[in-house]
């Protein structure tokens, strides 16, 4: 059984950076076809992603955050990273981390963790 | 403002059916497969399409999906209560290198 758990701050001050921590089990990392990648969702807006990273470490981030973010894996702990620089009242949401598997030639979010909201104060 | 655009809302009546439409470009759905999500309110997201038409183990067969061009659609058939739920679809956008969400669809039985 595949599960994720998202952990850390929920108030960050404008322009300190955040960084969020994706506790996973149930697979593994370095299996070739599997990411774990993390979406936001502001408070009764939509979903965005922010940033992949799949078993080879291969990475991929959302242009719109321009640079901001950094995704990193530990893989003997089974946790995926997640970096947010300069942190601003626009990023308060909550954040969301999601297991991905490549299945029949698709890439899709097939296991998403609770979700974790972050705020940032104005 | 989403590069993928799905209509605020649907209603339908118990047991009837809804459709919930997702209009993309060349560079999205015309050119990827586009994946489906439900959310129920105060919940994650959880997948109950991919490859267009394709249910995921445990998901409803009420559920189906399509695509023509650079639109998609989500049917849910022999609506129930428990269809309550946002949904959203989500495609790779080639142009942008991004995957992109549609802005959601509220679904409601009335």
């Known amino acids: 059984q595949i599960t994720l758990k998202e952990s850390g701050p929920t108030l960050v001050k404008p322009n300190q950076t955040l960084t969020l921590t994706c506790s996973f089990s149930?697979?593994?990392?370095?299996?070739?076809?599997?990411?774990v990648g993390w979406i936001r969702q502001p408070p009764g807006k939509a979903l965005e992603w922010l940033a992949l990273?799949?078993?080879?470490?291969?990475?991929r981030y959302s242009p719109s955050l321009k640079g901001r973010v950094t995704i990193t894996k530990d893989t003997s702990k089974n946790q995926v990273v997640l970096t947010v620089t300069n942190m601003d009242p626009v990023d308060t949401a909550s954040y969301f981390c999601?297991?991905?598997?490549?299945?029949?030639?698709?890439?899709?979010?097939?296991?998403w963790g609770q979700g974790t909201l972050v705020s940032v104060p104005s | 403002q989403s590069v993928l655009t799905q209509p605020p809302s649907v209603s339908g009546a118990p047991r009837q059916r809804v459709t919930v439409s997702c209009s993309g470009s060349?560079?999205?759905?015309?050119?990827?497969?586009v994946k489906w999500y439900q959310q129920r309110p105060g919940q994650a997201p959880s997948l109950v399409l991919y490859?267009?038409?394709i249910l995921p183990a445990g998901v409803s067969d009420r559920f189906s999906g399509s695509k023509f061009g650079t639109s998609a659609s989500l049917a849910i058939s022999g609506l129930q209560f428990e269809d309550e739920a946002d949904y959203y679809c989500?495609?790779?956008?080639?142009?942008?290198?991004?995957?992109?969400f549609g802005g959601g669809t509220r679904v409601t039985v009335l």
């Open positions: 149930g697979f593994s990392l370095d299996t070739s076809g599997v990411a």
């Open positions: 060349s560079s999205n759905i015309g050119n990827n497969d």
């Open positions: 990273i799949y078993w080879d470490d291969e990475r």
């Open positions: 989500e495609t790779w956008d080639d142009s942008l290198k991004a995957w992109v």
């Open positions: 490859k267009d038409s």
């Open positions: 999601a297991y991905s598997a490549k299945i029949f030639a698709s890439w899709s979010w097939r296991k």
